[in-house]
């Protein structure tokens, strides 16, 4: 019976997942799910402007979620490999520039 519940339990999760994936605007809980977010993290994003929102009445946050999506797609990091490429492009330049 517990083997049916959890299982119940993940088709129930996989199904708002599915519903979210399909929604353009997210109300300020949706986004938190979205991102994976605890609601005073996103709250101390939004009040500081550090992510787009929007605020229609000045009291309820809405998002849009392909404004979500580059939101986190900006703040990447760069690899190992691609840091030592910039370095050894900086060196070669310099040398070229002494020349």
Known sequence: MDELLLRLEKIEKLLLNQNLMQKEVLNFNEAC???ELSQSHLYKLT???AIPH???NGKKIYFKRSELDDWVLRH???TTDEIESQVMDNLLKSRR???
């Open 33 to 35: 799910d979205y991102l």
């Open 47 to 49: 009040s500081s402007g």
């Open 54 to 56: 929007y605020k229609p």
């Open 76 to 78: 990447r990091t760069a």
């Open 97 to 99: 520039a002494k020349s």
